[in-house]
């Protein structure tokens, strides 16, 4: 009995132990865009040729209109958690160093940086 009481004690432990690290956070690199456009917004802005509109512009657009901040690093588009962020539309359109935790293809945000120059 003591034992199987054992077991299942260190069964959970490396169960939580698990989940804890899955939780911890992690920096990406990538664009804060929009759910309506995705990775690219070609197909939106060819909707608007009257009116040139920049990444920042198009992104801030879907999302009054509708849509919800994305963070997209390399072709993969993840949700965002906290859309209230004011970080968000602050950074909109723009390629950031984005810090949070990750479940699934969704991401709480806790810090966007703009990534520093590179040096010559």
């Not at 299942?8 to 956070?25: K, P, S």
């Not at 920042?56 to 999302?63: D, G, I, N, P, T």
């Not at 359109?93 to 590179?118: A, N, Q, W």
Request: charged residues 20%; aromatic residues 4%; positive net charge.
């Amino acid at each position: 009995m003591k034992s199987a009481l054992k077991s299942l004690f260190c069964i959970g432990l490396l169960v939580g132990l698990g989940a804890f690290a899955q939780a911890a956070e992690k920096t990406w690199t990538g664009k804060i865009s929009d759910s309506m456009c995705g990775a690219s917004h070609a197909k939106m802005m060819a909707q608007h040729t009257d009116a040139k509109m920049t990444d920042r512009e198009c992104a801030l657009a879907c999302v009054k209109g509708g849509g919800k901040y994305v963070f997209v690093s390399g072709e993969k588009v993840y949700n965002i958690e906290n859309q209230d962020l004011a970080l968000l539309q602050e950074h909109a359109g723009h390629t950031v160093r984005l810090t949070g935790e990750m479940k699934g293809d969704t991401i709480t945000v806790s810090k966007i940086v703009m990534p520093g120059k590179k040096k010559s």
